[in-house]
């Protein structure tokens, strides 16, 4: 593959990645809530998450979703349940105080941030369906097994940077305390907002 061509797929990427949907909702409560180290492991979770849906597309997942197409509803109703589980959590949990964080000592663990972004990301199967476009156009066949490992790292950074960019944003002191004032209502606004992207990712 040539520069332009890797050069091309983060681009298409980072477009993806920054239009809004569960993991921006997800990055901008953690961040805003529990802090910029646990909205961190939230982004590596994305970024993992999305270089194993480049591989599920390399490996021609999205080509099995378009022969056995049930396969595909199956994974997305399940994704979206889990989806509308988290928005669950988060609306039941809204009425109670900001954690109080101290340095070293995030109220979520590093580790449960990853694997939180990891499901969540993982929740929703169309990104094998987006990657396996993509790729159809930018990676050729004949593509070395160098360059798919360059173009999932790529994917990988790509993601977890965009969020990490987010997180800093918004744990930042004067994001944290508006946060903080509203919590109850915005909780329950990114629990409805997360509720009904699950709905979409299952029945669309």
Same mark, same amino acid.
């Given at each position: 593959?040539?520069?332009?061509?890797?050069?091309?797929?983060?681009?298409?990427?980072?477009?993806?990645?920054?239009?809004?949907?569960?993991?921006?909702?997800?990055?901008?409560?953690?961040?805003?809530?529990?802090?910029?180290?646990?909205?961190?492991?939230? %982004? !590596?979770?994305? &970024? $993992?998450? *999305? +270089? #194993?849906?480049?591989?599920?597309?390399?490996?021609?997942?999205?080509?099995? =979703?378009?022969?056995?197409?049930?396969?595909?509803?199956?994974?997305?109703?399940?994704?979206?349940?889990?989806?509308?589980?988290?928005?669950?959590?988060?609306?039941?949990?809204?009425?109670?105080?900001?954690?109080?964080?101290?340095?070293?000592?995030?109220?979520?663990?590093?580790?449960? %941030? !990853?694997?939180? &972004? $990891?499901? *969540? +990301? #993982?929740?929703?199967?169309?990104?094998?369906?987006?990657?396996?476009?993509? =790729?159809?156009?930018?990676?050729?066949?004949?593509?070395?097994?160098?360059?798919?490992?360059?173009?999932?790292?790529?994917?990988?950074?790509?993601?977890?940077?965009?969020?990490?960019?987010?997180?800093?944003?918004?744990?930042?002191?004067?994001?944290?305390?508006?946060?903080?004032?509203?919590?109850?209502?915005?909780?329950?606004?990114?629990?409805?907002?997360?509720?009904?992207?699950?709905?979409?990712?299952?029945?669309?």
């Amino acid at each position: 593959m040539t520069l332009a061509g890797f050069a091309t797929v983060a681009l298409i990427h980072l477009l993806a990645a920054m239009s809004p949907g569960p993991s921006f909702v997800l990055s901008v409560r953690s961040a805003a809530s529990e802090g910029f180290r646990v909205a961190v492991g939230l %982004a !590596i979770g994305f &970024g $993992l998450a *999305a +270089m #194993l849906w480049a591989a599920a597309a390399l490996l021609g997942l999205s080509l099995l =979703f378009e022969v056995v197409p049930a396969l595909f509803t199956a994974l997305k109703v399940v994704g979206g349940l889990f989806l509308i589980y988290i928005a669950y959590k988060m609306w039941r949990h809204a009425p109670e105080p900001m954690p109080v964080l101290t340095e070293g000592t995030p109220p979520r663990s590093t580790t449960r %941030a !990853i694997w939180l &972004g $990891l499901l *969540a +990301m #993982l929740a929703n199967p169309k990104p094998a369906v987006f990657f396996g476009a993509v =790729f159809v156009g930018v990676v050729p066949v004949e593509a070395s097994l160098t360059d798919k490992l360059v173009v999932l790292l790529n994917i990988f950074w790509v993601e977890a940077a965009w969020y990490m960019i987010v997180a800093r944003v918004f744990s930042l002191p004067r994001a944290r305390a508006g946060y903080g004032h509203f919590k109850s209502k915005l909780d329950r606004t990114f629990g409805g907002l997360i509720a009904l992207l699950g709905a979409k990712i299952a029945i669309t």
